[in-house]
């Protein structure tokens, strides 16, 4: 395995296998949740075609989060019909979303549904949205968001999206797709490698390191515009930026000095300041959601581990002790577990730690596992793992419980980031 940590020494993974140009990702559910809410959606009623295909997207949505069961609608329902509570409770759901499909003005659709709890036989609450006939799947992952979140009670992560790199032949792509994997598009193309893209927090751009200058380079890159900036070209390596909470600024591994150290810079690039020093080598850094940490990991003491320093720069405080190999730290949203890659037996694994009681947990059964990546609600984190040679991506939840696999048929995908929660 060529990890990432041996990545920011300039020892770069090499793809192997090729892919179809903008191929869809497919997901594969291998685990669900213990307790899953049994729900069923029916069919939209109105413009058969497009009210069904809306509906298919909600339920498509609601069965990969592995935290709903699924049971069966029958006919459609229209938002605005009496619901037969005890019908609905015989066939053994909790709950029920109905809906409707109608045409509204400019060649648009108006779609309504409400949201029914068959076991109190009450009203959750309902919307409408307008779309064109080509936002069929954004508004069927819409309504899956407000179901999740009124049934479980977080945020629901449908709408958002993902973003990864992919090889075809000798041609690598930075491509953007929806959470579910669909709607794939390629944001960058090159000949030469793409490593580590990440996010702004508000999803407007993506950082990522391109080596299309033959070095490693920094840039930002607008992803309404397609223009992009280099934020970082000194001498020597320019890896591995992680932004900050506010977007304004970037963290990155430069080796302009000597050996991988950690610096900030501003995103337009200017405004350089390094932020620690030791004698091995500084790489990955990742920000606290507050803001006041940066991540990162290090071998300074020896072997690869985890630590922390202070966003302004300062003294650096060791968080991982268990193992000789703990890398790539990815803080959750909500600041309290910080997920890593851990060597477990010659294996490397995906590991969660709980920052408070310091336990941590192993939540992967695979091998070669590398870039965890929450999604915006912290419940599952993508990464990239290999099988059978092949780079694949996979998620799991944050408990260990739902996994999934996401991989492009006969195709290598790495490099997977998750986007953050989108206004509307």
């Known amino acids: 395995m060529i990890s990432a940590f041996a990545r920011a020494a300039l020892a770069l993974a090499v793809f192997a296998l090729s892919l ?4 869809q990702l497919t997901i594969e559910i291998t685990g669900a949740g213990a307790n899953r809410i049994p729900v069923a959606i029916a069919d939209f009623a109105g413009e058969p075609g497009i009210a069904r295909a809306v509906a298919m997207v909600v339920r498509a949505d609601l069965e990969r989060s592995g935290l709903f069961r699924l049971v069966e609608a029958g006919a459609p329902l229209a938002e605005n019909a009496a619901v037969n509570f005890a019908d609905w409770k015989a066939r053994g759901a909790d709950a029920l979303v109905a809906g409707s499909v109608v045409p509204a003005v400019n ?12 076991q109190k036989q009450a009203s959750l609450g309902g919307l409408a949205y307008v779309m064109t006939s080509q936002q069929g799947r ?3 992952h819409r309504i899956a968001d407000y179901v999740y979140e009124k049934l479980l009670g977080e945020p629901g992560i449908f709408s958002t999206r993902i973003a990864y790199v992919v090889k075809s032949g000798g041609r690598f792509e930075l491509q953007i797709a929806d959470a579910d994997g669909m709607n794939a598009q390629a944001a960058l193309a090159s000949r030469e490698p793409i490593i580590s893209p990440a996010w702004s927090p508000d999803g407007s751009r993506l950082a990522y390191v391109s080596f299309e200058a033959k070095k490693p380079v920094v ?8 223009r992009r900036h280099v934020a970082a070209n000194f001498k020597g390596s320019n890896s591995a930026p992680a932004w900050s909470p506010d977007g304004s600024k970037l963290a990155v591994v430069l080796t302009k000095d000597g050996g991988s150290q950690l610096y900030s810079l501003n995103a337009d690039g200017s405004g350089v300041t390094r932020l620690a020093s030791s004698s091995g080598i500084d790489t990955e850094p990742f920000y606290s959601p507050d803001g006041q940490f940066i991540y990162f990991t290090s071998d300074r003491g020896g072997s690869p581990q985890i630590y922390r320093v202070p966003a302004g720069g300062g003294a650096a405080q060791r968080v991982t002790f268990e193992g000789n190999y703990n890398v790539s730290p990815r803080l959750s949203p909500d600041g309290r577990s910080l997920a890593f890659v ?6 490397f ?4 730690m709980d920052l408070a009681t310091r336990q941590t947990q192993i939540l992967t059964d695979s091998a070669k596992d590398e870039s965890p990546s929450f999604a915006p609600n912290g419940r599952m984190i993508l990464y990239a793992s290999e099988i059978g040679g092949r780079g694949v991506l996979a998620a799991v939840s944050s408990d260990g419980r739902v996994k999934q696999k996401l991989s492009v048929q006969a195709g290598d995908v790495r490099e997977p980031a998750w986007g953050p929660f989108m206004k509307h």
Do not use: I, P
């Open 20 to 23: 179809a140009a903008r191929a």
């Open 107 to 118: 060649g648009r659709y108006e779609v309504r549904f409400r949201l029914h709890d068959v």
């Open 138 to 140: 954004t508004t069927g």
């Open 219 to 226: 840039y930002v890159h607008s992803l309404a515009s397609g």
């Open 342 to 347: 851990t060597r477990n037996e010659g294996r």
């Open 349 to 352: 694994q995906l590991a969660l």
